[in-house]
């Protein structure tokens, strides 16, 4: 009896305190009360513990559901952020390429509705270049026609009605000399008579023939100078000429395009 009463070693309480939960590993008969009443008390509260285990675990697992639907959402927030970036960076390159091909493409068109309008300005100047030389070359003939005499006196007046001036010299190409010394008298005669009708009186102008001569190329007519040269009037064919297209450019051009708007 005394053997069943003598308490057990500390080694063997901590087993048995260890292994509560088989009550066939454990006699309490065999222990001391205080044995047996930390037995029972251990045996009473492990429901308690158990359940308060469970509900921790129970309470990390939701909260580690918590911290994996978080993070999923914010990963999900942040990818479709990102998303959203990038395909906002790529429509705004898409946009700037597209603003960039539209803009060359009307560059080139420009370019190109240049080029052509030059191209046609350019041949169009070579055509009055053109048309210019072939009726410079007709000029020619004019000075063996029978008109020529005419022509030289009325270019001489309107010359000395231009110049205004009353010691005239006329200049002329050297193998027209001869017809300027001969219808020179006739044409200040004109012009005196022109004169009086225009002005009421008359003028005493003196008008004679120059030394120096005109080049061949002015085709006919004549130059009159005044004060040694230095006031000029220039009424060759050719001069005439220039001026005339040069005012009749746009009529010329009418004739010549006459579907050109420009």
Do not use: W
């Not at 017809?179 to 008579?193: G, H, M």
């Amino acid at each position: 009896s005394k053997s069943l009463t003598k308490p057990l070693p500390a080694r063997s309480l901590s087993l048995a305190g260890d292994s509560l939960s088989d009550s066939s590993s454990v006699c309490l008969r065999c222990t001391s009360p205080r044995v047996r009443l930390r037995v029972l008390v251990k045996m009473a509260a492990e429901p308690q513990i158990r359940q308060m285990v469970n509900f921790i675990y129970a309470e990390a697992h939701e909260k580690a559901n918590e911290i994996r639907i978080q993070t999923e959402n914010a990963f999900n927030r942040d990818k479709l952020t990102m998303v959203q970036n990038e395909r906002k960076k790529i429509n705004e390159e898409y946009l700037r390429k597209e603003k960039q091909q539209i803009v060359q493409q009307r560059v080139d068109r420009s370019r190109q509705v240049g080029d052509l309008r030059l191209g046609r300005m350019q041949e169009r100047e070579q055509q009055l270049t053109q048309l210019r030389e072939e009726t410079m070359g007709r000029l020619g003939s004019i000075s063996s026609s029978g008109q020529y005499e005419k022509i030289m006196t009325a270019l001489i007046i309107q010359g000395m009605m231009k110049i205004g001036e009353d010691d005239v010299q006329i200049l002329c190409r050297q193998q027209d000399t001869d017809l300027v010394r001969r219808i020179k008298d006739k044409a200040l005669s004109e012009f005196n008579a022109k004169v009086q009708e225009r002005y009421g009186k008359s003028r005493n102008v003196t008008l004679s023939v120059g030394d120096m001569h005109l080049d061949d190329g002015c085709q006919g007519g004549v130059v009159l100078t005044a004060y040694d040269g230095r006031i000029r009037c220039d009424n060759t064919l050719a001069t005439r000429l220039n001026l005339a297209l040069e005012e009749l450019l746009p009529q010329v051009r009418t004739i010549l395009y006459p579907n050109s708007k420009c």
